[in-house]
């Protein structure tokens, strides 16, 4: 007990001492006005305000730049891609800059002998020799109040030796073994003005075919074999060169017999749309202004408003763009249709997959077999005539001449054709179809390769010279491939970004920024007040505790009294006691008791006696006050 009276006293005075200099400390503070005073906090209402206000701004920018923006933009691209003066797309139909080649491959027939005989052909083919497209749009004029274009267009070819001879072909996997430009008309050079190859003769083949179609009588008929005999032309195969075949020639049975039959062109040529146009035949295409699903349509075609070759109208029919760029905002269910001059007639072009090109994402699309289905299974083919085999379109109408298009070595053909042929490469549907990749936002083509086959039908007929030892049954011997390739360069894909996806990238970021600054926002007002809240509820919690703590020390306190109270009468006997201090009590002898309540006390230890000392008083309630932490410890 007088140790514990002895720690008491030591702790309240070392509290009164804390106390006093607290308060000395507080007393001492200035309270003038220069001193810094903390700034103000705003209420509770207003950081409610705030929250709520900056959480509904940012699900409203997020919500427009998820769901509304995306049409905001595409709004945009629709102005920008009408064909009008300043647009883009306007600029780029006026004077197309992407590269379009046209990639000639030739079959020359090695085994003539043979076939003329009913033998199977027999080719190898010589090439690709490149052709650069240019083309040019003069004499433009709006028509219909703006809905339409009317223009002319004059279109040329160069002939590209390096990509033909791989002197600057990065493609070509022996640069290094390339001809020098002055080795022309060495075998190991390709060139279109000198290279001379044998094809089916196509002057001779298509007259023959068309006097029997109209039943030309024996007089007629034997009056064409003897100019052709004549002139040595009336043979099964002629020797031309590349640039004669694919850019056409002169033929001089056609130019005789044309005294006898007026109208008969004259011109001979395998591919038509790789003619040097002139601008004397006008075409009309759709601006997209009264109808932006139109944009690109052609409505007049070389002077044509319908086509005069087909046998109906719906084949007849001028529709479909010339491919360099479609309606905006594609649908991948939707078709969509082209306008192919080589084929004379509206191809259309189904969706197949999306694909990154250029580092843009579009849309792939190919032209569906039932195209080329002949009439039996594609009843809507009966109007160009095609009852040939699948896979095949006939061009005969349109050139005059037995002449059928196909994919390259018959791709999704029937079999049999190209098992009649030898010296074809295997067909392969990867390297050989036709594709095109556009951009689905614009319309704008990204990438083209568009790719035929040009064969010519053969078969018996008695009574011209040449042809009376074929078999009966058609055989189709190929000419030449060419391949059309086109679409944007760096140049153009940088302009074409800059001016479109640029613009809209920049305003998604900034709308997505200022959403995030919006979200910190929100989340700081949301934690200053659940911060306010969580301290105003942990201050009146610890004015309770308080309260139960001030309880559970007067109890306590209330107890510790009932003990001194019961302690007094011992200590007071034990400081009028004679023992000595130095003389201990032996642990066996008995201590000396003069009250009952004394002698039932267990045993002292054998540590000194408590006696009194000079200014011992017990603990009052007042210093037991200044200590409170320590009666909370006990």
Request: glycine content about 6%; proline content about 8%.
């Amino acid at each position: 007990t007088l140790l514990y009276t002895i720690k008491f006293e030591e702790m309240s005075t070392f509290s009164d001492v804390s106390q006093e200099k607290s308060i000395q400390s507080r007393s001492t503070i200035p309270t003038t006005s220069h001193l810094y005073t903390p700034p103000h906090k705003p209420s509770t209402g207003c950081l409610c305000f705030l929250f709520l206000f900056s959480s509904l701004l940012a699900v409203g920018i997020a919500v427009f730049t998820v769901l509304y923006f995306p049409l905001v933009f595409q709004m945009i691209v629709n102005t920008q891609v009408v064909l009008k003066n300043g647009t883009l797309s306007f600029e780029q139909w006026l004077a197309p800059t992407p590269a379009i080649y046209k990639i000639v491959t030739v079959y020359n027939v090695t085994n003539t002998a043979e076939v003329e005989t009913g033998g199977t052909p027999e080719v190898v083919p010589i090439g690709p020799y490149y052709f650069r497209e240019y083309r040019e749009r003069v004499q433009v004029e709006d028509v219909e109040d703006g809905a339409g274009l009317q223009f002319r267009e004059r279109k040329w070819y160069e002939f590209d030796y390096n990509m033909t001879n791989c002197a600057s072909n990065s493609n070509c996997p022996s640069n290094s073994n390339c001809p020098s430009k002055s080795d022309i008309g060495s075998n190991r050079v390709l060139d279109p003005e000198v290279d001379v190859f044998t094809t089916p003769n196509i002057p001779y083949i298509g007259v023959a075919y068309n006097l029997t179609l109209a039943g030309a009588s024996f007089i007629e008929i034997l009056g064409v074999t003897e100019v052709a005999i004549g002139l040595g032309e009336a043979t099964l195969f002629m020797q031309k060169t590349v640039k004669e075949v694919v850019f056409g020639f002169e033929d001089k049975l056609l130019k005789d017999l044309g005294i006898f039959m007026p109208g008969l062109p004259t011109t001979v040529q395998l591919v038509y749309n790789m003619s040097e146009r002139d601008t004397s035949t006008p075409s009309q295409i759709s601006t997209g202004r009264a109808n932006l699903s139109d944009l690109g349509q052609y409505t007049e075609w070389q002077g044509y408003t319908s086509l005069p070759f087909w046998g109906s109208d719906e084949a007849n029919t001028i529709n479909g763009t010339e491919g360099l760029f479609f309606a905006p905002d594609l649908d991948k269910n939707a078709t969509l249709t082209t306008f192919v001059d080589d084929l004379f007639r509206a191809n259309p072009m189904e969706f197949v997959n999306e694909e990154e090109v250029m580092s843009l994402n579009t849309y792939k699309y190919q032209i569906p077999l039932y195209v080329q289905d002949n009439a039996t299974n594609n009843p809507i083919n009966e109007g160009f005539y095609s009852y040939g085999p699948n896979g095949l379109m006939n061009l005969t109408a349109a050139v005059q001449a037995p002449v059928f298009a196909s994919k390259p070595s018959f791709l999704d053909a029937e079999d049999w054709l190209a098992d009649e042929v030898k010296g074809l490469p295997p067909a392969d549907k990867d390297l050989m179809d036709t594709n095109i990749w556009v951009e689905p936002h614009t319309g704008v083509l990204v990438k083209a390769v568009k790719q035929l086959q040009v064969n010519m039908m053969v078969f018996k007929q008695t009574s011209f010279p040449g042809l009376k030892e074929l078999r009966d049954t058609p055989r189709y011997i190929p000419m030449a491939k060419i391949i059309e390739t086109g679409g944007m360069d760096d140049s153009l894909l940088t302009t074409f970004k800059n001016k479109v996806f640029r613009p809209r990238d920049l305003f998604t970021a900034a709308l997505w920024l200022v959403f995030g600054v919006l979200c910190l926002v929100a989340v700081g007002s949301a934690n200053a007040v659940l911060s306010r809240k969580y301290k105003e509820r942990r201050r009146r919690r610890g004015g309770m505790v308080e309260e139960a703590e001030d309880e559970v020390e007067e109890n306590l306190y209330d107890v510790l009294e009932e003990e001194d109270e019961e302690k007094k009468p011992l200590l007071k006997e034990r400081s009028l006691s004679p023992q000595s201090p130095s003389s201990p009590i032996p642990p066996s002898s008995p201590q000396p008791s003069s009250s009952p309540k004394q002698s039932s006390s267990p045993k002292q230890s054998s540590s000194p006696p408590l006696t009194s000392a000079p200014g011992f008083q017990p603990p009052s309630l007042a210093s037991r006050e200044s200590a409170d932490h320590v009666y909370l410890s006990i």
